[in-house]
Structure formats: structure tokens, C-alpha cells
T-cell receptor, first 115, second 112 residues
Framework: DTEVTQTPKHLVMGMTNKKSLKCEQH?????MYWYKQKAKKPPELMFV???????INESVPSRFSPECPNSSLLNLHLHALQPEDSALYLC??????????????FGPGTRLTVT | GESVGLHLPTLSVQEGDNSIINCAYS??????FIWYKQESGKGPQFIID?????DKRQGQRVTVLLNKTVKHLSLQIAATQPGDSAVYFC???????????FGSGTQLTVLP
């Protein structure tokens, strides 16, 4: 199984709503990532979890709150978002780079629209 | 800061021809490079990777070339097919960091 799944596929939310994005993988990967991708732009890294601990936060606003409840799941909690936060949110996973470096496997993304 | 960039934003090729997509990187500490394909409405899909101790790696219909002297990476697709139409991103990471830096992407269009 080399699949990363993400739910929901589409999400429309108001600026006062609270919602969560979910990501799951069963490849035994211990590194998981959240990326944000605007139209016609490359993915931009938001967060990295390694062994279920947050290891990298790329200065993301606090209205985005990641959570890694176990080695297979990654959540992104959203609260008080702005219209400019509308984007495709991608989850990825990989083996943890120690002696080597490994490719990241991406999910299909959640298309988020903030109204 | 350092960045990864692509020479051309768009590329159109005839079906059956070979495609070459180029990428320049500026971080001399980068030692791992990946090419991703992203079709409309989907997440990036891994195509091929190469480590800095290699200068060429081949996959099924794809070849990646790495020239560390001029910090240049290329992706060659043989006998390009309509299904190859997508945006192609190069990505790099330095050392043991897990932060991938993506290039700006090239839109490949395969003409019938």
C-alpha cells in the first residue's frame, strides 16, 4: 500500500468556522508533512512531524494547528481562516531520513475554499 | 534565500517525441533531488529521484541527469504520450533535512 489518503476532498468554510483536515497512511512512514499549494504554484511546506513530534513549523499562522495523534494519522485544525487561505492542502509522508534520503508520497489534497 | 528554479514555464511536444524538462538549483549543499508529476486536481506523484553521488539515473521511459558543476537537473521523457501532460516539479533537499524545496514547475503539453 503506497497510498496517502486525505479527507475531505473539498471543503468550504466561513471565516468563523472550525474545521479539520485529515490525512492517513499505512506505509509505516514516521515522517508526515502538510503543504499548501496555490493555483499554478509549487507546494509550500507548512509543518513536518517526525516520530509523531512536530519538528518543523515554517512560520505558519496559529489559525492552522497541526496534530499527529499516532504514526498513521495527521490532522490540520483550521480556525478563523482568511479568504487568502483558500488553496489545495497536501499531506505527504516518508521514511525518516537518517542514513539516507527518501521520497515523499503525496495524497490527493483537500481543496479548501474560505468564504 | 536559495531556491530551485526552472528554465521554462511551458513546454509543448508532439506525441512520440522526447521531452526534456530542465531545472536549475542554487543550494550547493543539496544532495537529493526528486522529480514530481502533478496532474490537474491531483497531488504530486513521484517520478524519479537521484542522489548527488550519481549523475544519471534511468527509470521506465524517464531519465534524470544531474550536473553538479553547473547545478543543473533535467528530466528526459522518451516517446512522450498524452498521459504525460501535466505540471512537472523538481525538488531538492540538502543534507539530512526533510524540507523539500520545489521549483516553480513546467507545464508539459503533448500535442496529437
Amino acid at each position: 500500500d503506497t497510498e496517502v489518503t486525505q479527507t475531505p476532498k473539498h471543503l468550504v468554510m466561513g471565516m468563523t468556522n472550525k474545521k479539520s483536515l485529515k490525512c492517513e497512511q499505512h506505509m509505516g512512514h514516521r515522517a508526515m508533512y502538510w503543504y499548501k499549494q496555490k493555483a499554478k504554484k509549487p507546494p509550500e511546506l507548512m509543518f513536518v512531524y517526525s516520530y509523531e513530534k512536530l519538528s518543523i513549523n515554517e512560520s505558519v499562522p496559529s489559525r492552522f494547528s497541526p496534530e499527529c495523534p499516532n504514526s498513521s494519522l495527521l490532522n490540520l485544525h483550521l480556525h478563523a481562516l482568511q479568504p487568502e487561505d483558500s488553496a489545495l492542502y497536501l499531506c505527504a509522508s516518508s521514511q525518516v531520513a537518517s542514513a539516507g534520503l527518501y521520497e515523499q508520497y503525496f495524497g490527493p489534497g483537500t481543496r479548501l475554499t474560505v468564504t | 534565500g536559495e531556491s530551485v528554479g526552472l528554465h521554462l514555464p511551458t513546454l509543448s511536444v508532439q506525441e512520440g517525441d522526447n521531452s526534456i524538462i530542465n531545472c536549475a538549483y542554487s543550494n550547493s549543499a543539496s544532495d537529493y533531488f526528486i522529480w514530481y508529476k502533478q496532474e490537474s486536481g491531483k497531488g504530486p506523484q513521484f517520478i524519479i529521484d537521484i542522489r548527488s553521488n550519481m549523475d544519471k539515473r534511468q527509470g521506465q521511459r524517464v531519465t534524470v541527469l544531474l550536473n553538479k558543476t553547473v547545478k543543473h537537473l533535467s528530466l528526459q521523457i522518451a516517446a512522450t504520450q498524452p498521459g504525460d501532460s501535466a505540471v512537472y516539479f523538481c525538488a531538492e533537499t540538502p543534507g539530512s533535512a526533510r524540507q523539500l524545496t520545489f521549483g516553480s514547475g513546467t507545464q508539459l503539453t503533448v500535442l496529437p
